[in-house]
């Protein structure tokens, strides 16, 4: 498996939590999923940071292909922020169902332009070989973090 299969893995692991979360029936159901969606999102970013971002910025001269990551991180830090202020609401409410929708829309926006232009950009810069070894990177980081966490 290369590193936009890998990638395309979680992210259709976490949009899946989400709809889960969208048609739960109670509060609690709703928290659980939710700790798991943050903790997903958690290690995503951060291994995908330093794996497939990391090898991109390194492989490229392109001040576009820069900014395109500069974005990327800042919208992992967004995401970050809607986590946190849905981590500090009663799932039970209505405020939890609205900051939640923003979230949601704010990975889903995220995971369009990633999935499209980073990684088109990517495939520019990193040969097939990468691909896969980068790919293998960021499930091993992810591994340690989670046994870590």
């Known amino acids: 498996m290369d590193i936009y299969n890998y990638i395309k893995k979680d992210h259709r692991k976490v949009e899946d939590l989400m ?8 509060g609690a159901t709703r ?23 990391k090898a991109v910025l390194d492989a490229t001269r ?16 967004e995401i970050e ?7 500090g609401l009663s799932a ?7 900051h939640f929708g923003e979230l949601k829309h704010a ?6 332009e990633e999935e499209g232009e980073i ?9 097939a070989d990468q691909a896969r070894k980068l790919a293998k990177e960021m499930d091993a ?7 870590g966490a």
Do not use: G, P
């Open 31 to 53: 928290l659980r999923l939710f700790n798991e969606i943050k903790n997903e999102l958690t290690i995503h970013a951060k291994s995908e940071e330093e794996t497939f971002y």
């Open 81 to 87: 922020a809607f986590l946190q202020n849905v981590s």
């Open 141 to 147: 980081l992810k591994k340690e973090m989670m046994a």
């Open 62 to 77: 392109s001040k576009a292909v820069e900014h395109k990551m500069e974005h990327a991180n800042e919208e992992h830090d």
């Open 92 to 98: 039970d409410s209505d405020q939890w169902l609205l």
């Open 19 to 26: 709809e889960q979360v969208v048609n739960a029936a109670d």
């Open 107 to 112: 990975v889903m926006h995220h995971v369009e």
């Open 119 to 127: 990684f088109e950009k990517a495939k520019t810069y990193l040969s």
